[in-house]
C-alpha cells in the first residue's frame, strides 16, 4: 500500500487549508479495520504525530493543533483528511499520513508553507 498525500500549499496565517491521503492499492476491511493518522516534519525537526482517527471515527489531536484541525475518513475511498483552520506560520510542515502500525509505504508528503 502506498500513501498519497495531497492538498498543501500556501496560505496565510488564519487561514485555511484541506489535506487529503489515498492509501492506494489499499482493500477496503484492512483501511476501515486501520486506526489513521497525520504527521508533520518541519525543517530540522524531527517527525511529530498530530491527530489520528480510531476505526469508529474518534479523533485524538496533539495539543499544538487542538481546536484548529480536523481529522476525518471516508473508507469507501480509502482517504483520510485533515481540514486545517486557523494557520499559524509554526505550522508550516511537510505533512504525511499512514495508519497507525506505520507499515505502509510513506508518500512524499504534501508541502504546507503558511505565511505571517
Known amino acids: 500500500v502506498q500513501m498519497v498525500e495531497s492538498g498543501g500549499g500556501l496560505a496565510q496565517a488564519g487561514g485555511s487549508l484541506r489535506l487529503s491521503c489515498l492509501a492506494r492499492?489499499?482493500?477496503?476491511?484492512?483501511?476501515?479495520?486501520?486506526?489513521m493518522t497525520w504527521y508533520r516534519q518541519a525543517p530540522g525537526k524531527q517527525r511529530e504525530l498530530i491527530a489520528h482517527?480510531?476505526?469508529?471515527?474518534?479523533?485524538n489531536y496533539a495539543d499544538s493543533v487542538k481546536d484548529r484541525f480536523t481529522i476525518s475518513r471516508l473508507n469507501a475511498k480509502r482517504t483520510v483528511y485533515l481540514n486545517m483552520n486557523n494557520l499559524k506560520p509554526e505550522d508550516t510542515a511537510t505533512y504525511y499520513c499512514?495508519?497507525?502500525?506505520?507499515?505502509?509505504?510513506w508518500g512524499q508528503g504534501t508541502q504546507v508553507t503558511v505565511s505571517s
Open positions: 499512514n495508519r497507525q502500525r506505520n507499515d505502509w509505504s
Open positions: 492499492g489499499s482493500i477496503l476491511s484492512d483501511f476501515s479495520g486501520s486506526v
Open positions: 482517527i480510531s476505526t469508529g471515527g474518534t479523533p
